[in-house]
């Protein structure tokens, strides 16, 4: 046995093990702006509508947290085992999610106005769903603007309490998620609304 090249490997890699260690955690996981648990909410909530009212519960979560009212309802006491723990974080993570979960927002709005269902294709559902149907993009629009509206005033009082700068970006880049989505909900023909699809965000 060659112990002279065990030794020259362990030597080796025992340097950069411990430089891989040392790397931000970002590097060997990123933390996900959901919980497992809210995973699996939003895949199960296909219509634009029951989306839109689990990404905005989302939100209230993480406000709720930092200890700002927004006037979100709370989770129903028979939904609580579907939505699992609370997410956890340090301020700069919970104001992190509450932008992404924005933006996710945004985007799968215009995904659906891009992309529209045509709910009166499907002959087994009954007139009554199809108009019920019909109504959820405006619906998801409405709530979505109204939870924005809400949030506009948390943020606000977040930015007031904070002197470090990347929190500061994070909130005001979710202040102008707010804006946009207001404003965008205010020229929305009925069914339909702008919210600027194709639009990189960052």
């Known amino acids: 046995m060659d112990y002279r090249r065990i030794w020259f490997v362990a030597g080796t890699l025992a340097p950069l093990f411990l430089i891989f260690l040392s790397f931000p955690s970002t590097a060997r996981a990123q933390r996900d702006y959901m919980t497992d648990d809210e995973v ?59 932008k992404k979960l924005l933006e996710k927002a945004i985007d799968d709005v215009d995904n659906v106005a891009s992309h529209p269902v045509n709910y009166s294709v499907d002959k087994d559902r009954t007139e009554k769903q199809k108009k019920k149907d019909e109504q959820r993009f405006p619906s998801a629009i409405r709530n979505l603007a109204a939870a924005a509206h809400r949030y506009q005033t948390g943020l606000k009082t977040l930015l007031n309490r904070t002197n470090d700068e990347r929190e500061k970006g994070l909130i005001l880049a979710s202040l102008d998620f707010c804006d946009e989505i207001v404003s965008a909900a205010s020229k929305a023909p009925g069914q339909s609304a702008n919210l600027e699809p194709g639009v990189p965000r960052h």
């Open 40 to 98: 699996e909410l939003v895949r199960d909530a296909q219509d634009i509508d029951e989306r839109i009212d689990v990404l905005t519960k989302m939100v209230d979560r993480r406000f709720s947290i930092l200890k700002v009212d927004v006037g979100g309802a709370a989770v129903p006491a028979k939904e609580t085992s579907k939505w699992g723990a609370a997410p956890t974080g340090t301020k700069t993570e919970l104001l992190d999610d509450i």
